[in-house]
């Protein structure tokens, strides 16, 4: 009886063949995704009065039905939808909690903003290519003025990338005011001068193309970007986060009207 030959050549061969498959498959995933993630941004940029409405507008409703009101079990308002992008999520909550505080704003709000501007993913850049980056979306020359690039920021991971949120937005609260309510936070990243006016401050009017750029932020359609319509957007997609206060106390909204005791209360 003749013994058994075994054909090493095509195993190997095989085997070679399988490992280079699994290498293009993997290769193939990370490169759709990477596609996937930066084909989106988030809506305005800090810093920047000409903002867009083309990145998450759309999926704003998402909120509403997801994540009302985590802070009820102790958890961190939206803290699951950051979980996608965070890695160290408790050093994240507490780093969000501790810049929360030196700011002097409910954390709810900081999660609120950080989720309209970049679905808390730290290295996204603007879809349209102003360079916008980041958690509130930096401008590059926002980025120069705290002396970082947008390149170093999308780098950083999220508990770093949250000391140069905290630069930007104290800078805003000493220029113009402290932060009252979940618009004002919001206005400081997208129309800071708009900390300065009334509620029918306009920030974008009709015929303009700053306007046409941003009219899905035009709550009543009138033509006009308000503070008001601002005001109204935060309540209609953040409801859980325009009601928290400062002090950690959720303060009930009036029944029948626009604006509520928690919104923006002018100067």
Same mark, same amino acid.
């Given at each position: 009886?003749?013994? $058994? ?7 190997? /061969?095989? #085997?070679?063949?399988?490992? $280079? ?7 193939? %995933? ?10 989106? /941004?988030?809506?305005?940029?800090? %810093? ?6 083309? =990145? ?9 039905? *997801? ?27 507490? &780093?969000?909690?501790?810049? !929360? @505080?030196?700011? #002097? ?13 970049? @679905?808390?993913?730290? !290295?996204?850049?603007?879809?349209? #290519? /102003? +360079?916008?980056?980041?958690? $509130? ?6 980025? &120069?003025?705290?002396? $970082? ?7 950083? %991971? ?11 937005? %104290?800078? *805003? ?34 015929? !303009? ?13 009138? #033509? ?8 109204? @957007? ?11 206060? *400062? ?9 029948? +009207?626009?604006?509520?005791?928690? =919104?923006?209360? =002018?100067?």
């Amino acid at each position: 009886m003749k013994p $058994i030959k075994f054909n090493y050549q095509v195993n190997v /061969s095989a #085997g070679k063949g399988l490992a $280079i498959l699994l290498a293009v498959l993997v290769l193939t %995933n990370f490169v759709t995704f990477q596609l996937f993630k930066s084909s989106f /941004s988030g809506p305005s940029m800090a %810093n920047n009065q000409q903002h867009n409405q083309g =990145g998450w507008g759309k999926y704003a409703h998402q909120v509403n039905m *997801k994540d009302e009101y985590r802070t009820k079990t102790g958890g961190l308002y939206l803290l699951d939808q950051a979980k996608m992008y965070v890695y160290n999520v408790n050093a994240f909550e507490q &780093k969000v909690r501790e810049v !929360s @505080r030196k700011l #002097g704003v409910a954390p709810e709000w900081l999660m609120a903003v950080m989720h309209s501007e970049s @679905r808390f993913d730290a !290295s996204v850049k603007n879809r349209l #290519g /102003s +360079g916008a980056t980041g958690l $509130i979306q930096f401008m590059p020359a926002t980025a &120069k003025d705290l002396e $970082i690039t947008v390149n170093k920021l999308r780098n950083m %991971n999220h508990v770093e990338q949250l000391d140069f949120v905290y630069d930007y937005l %104290n800078e *805003k609260r000493k220029r113009y005011r402290n932060f009252d309510s979940l618009t004002d936070l919001y206005l400081a990243i997208l129309y800071p001068k708009a900390l300065s006016g009334e509620f029918c401050y306009t920030l974008y009017a009709k015929p !303009s193309k700053a306007y046409q750029m941003n009219s899905g932020l035009d709550e009543d359609k009138d #033509g006009r970007v308000t503070v008001a319509d601002i005001d109204r @957007r935060m309540k209609r997609v953040y409801p859980t986060a325009y009601v928290a206060q *400062k002090d950690g106390s959720i303060k009930p909204m009036h029944q029948g +009207g626009n604006v509520t005791t928690a =919104g923006y209360m =002018g100067n």
